[in-house]
């Protein structure tokens, strides 16, 4: 189900101007703290009526102040998952999860099944007698996610719900949301400034700064636009290469057959056959113009220059097309003039394998 959103709203402080349509699955909102993110969430929540805006989600109209339509927040069937679950502490796990149930009772009747698999989803089934103390901040965030689901909602939003774990709980969670995202059919507007999480979990990314509406789009193109990278992070600036399992190897490494060739990652968890989402920094990316032999680095693609980028410092932004996939490196000017590099000519990427992280691997949305 797409989602269409369009705001315009004035704090002595900020101008919010954001508008962006996304097709199903999670769209992320992106920017620096500041930037606008949880006045948006706030704004399709019901939580703050904007000067002027219209929101959509498939054929649902939730705001459209030219019509002096706005429904109240308790109409918007619209879940929350905070960056603290907000757990009833004196209720069990499934006293929990129905809590939300009961929000729905009177619009659906999904009952019992539709719990049964949410609670498969998210994993919740040895968790459902304990109390919100017993549980590790990851189970926490679960059981908020499957009682937001629990309320049936049209929408599912997130702000921040990963920021106040750890790493491991980090890596725990981000699993179900993959499958949330895969399975679960609502779409889900995602507040983060983790690329990492966006690279593994958005479909969509809306990039916000200052109030304003920087880009909108899918994410492999935005995370790998040069334009972007003073907003993203030059460090964070890459491509996300769809590709699929085809090994694990003895040594460690499971190799990935990719657009433009075969790359080999540390290992993975992703069974062989499956899809997932390989992400290549731009800093990690060496290039070659003759086939490199001798080299150490195992992940090697066959590119085409599409572009160069000059930066203002010493550095520049290349893209490149490898088969379907885009590939963005960063290299120093000098490099560019030495190897006379420019759009259309044939080159060779030189990816490290140490350099893809296991967190950036994830899931293909
Ligand atoms: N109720 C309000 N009254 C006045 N100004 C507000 C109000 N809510 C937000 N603002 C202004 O809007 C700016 C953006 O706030 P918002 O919380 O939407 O940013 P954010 O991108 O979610 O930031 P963060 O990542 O830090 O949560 C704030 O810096 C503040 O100046």
């Known amino acids: 189900m797409s989602i269409q959103v369009q ?38 929540a019901g939580l703050l009526q904007p000067d002027q805006g219209l929101i959509r989600v498939g054929d649902t109209t939730l705001l459209a102040t030219a019509r002096g339509l706005s429904l109240p927040a308790h109409k918007r069937q619209i879940g929350y998952v905070f960056q603290e679950g907000r757990l009833f502490p004196h209720l069990s796990v499934q006293q929990n999860l129905r809590y939300g149930r009961w929000f729905a009772r009177r619009r659906v009747a999904r009952g019992q099944a539709h719990e049964a698999r949410l609670v498969e989803m998210l994993g919740l089934g040895p968790l459902l007698a304990r109390r919100p103390g017993d549980l590790s901040g990851g189970e926490k965030q679960r059981v908020a996610i499957g009682r937001a689901l629990l309320s049936a909602p049209r929408l599912l939003l997130m702000d921040e719900p990963l920021a106040a774990l750890d790493a491991p709980r980090k890596d725990e969670i981000l699993p179900y949301l993959e499958r949330l995202r895969d399975e ?9 400034h983790a ?25 492999q193109d935005l995370l790998s636009d040069p334009e972007l990278a003073p907003i993203i992070g030059l460090r964070d600036t890459g491509a996300l290469i769809a590709g699929r399992v085809v090994a694990h190897h003895d040594d460690g490494l499971s190799e990935v057959a990719a657009a433009g060739g075969r790359l080999f990652l540390p290992k993975v968890p992703t069974p ?38 000059m930066g203002r410092g010493p550095g520049a932004f290349l893209q490149l097309q490898a088969g379907d996939a885009q590939i963005l490196a960063r290299v120093t000017k000098r490099s560019v003039e030495a190897l006379g590099l420019r759009a259309g000519l044939r080159c060779h990427a030189v990816i490290k394998t140490v350099s893809v992280a296991r967190a950036d691997v994830g899931g293909r949305g």
């Open 7 to 44: 705001l315009k709203h004035r704090f002595d402080d900020l101008h919010l101007d954001v508008g962006f349509d996304a097709p199903a699955g999670v769209t992320a909102l992106f920017g620096a703290s500041g930037a606008g993110k949880t006045t948006v969430v706030n704004a399709v």
């Open 184 to 192: 679960a059919e609502v779409p889900i507007l995602y507040v983060s």
């Open 195 to 219: 690329i990492s999480e966006i690279a593994r979990l958005a479909t969509t990314v809306a990039v916000l700064d200052r109030g304003q509406l920087r880009r909108a789009g899918p994410v």
């Open 272 to 309: 062989v056959g499956d899809s997932l989402r390989v992400r290549v920094n731009a800093k990690d990316v060496m290039l070659s113009l003759e086939r490199p032999e001798g080299i150490s680095a195992l992940n090697l693609l066959d590119c085409v220059v599409t572009s160069v980028r």
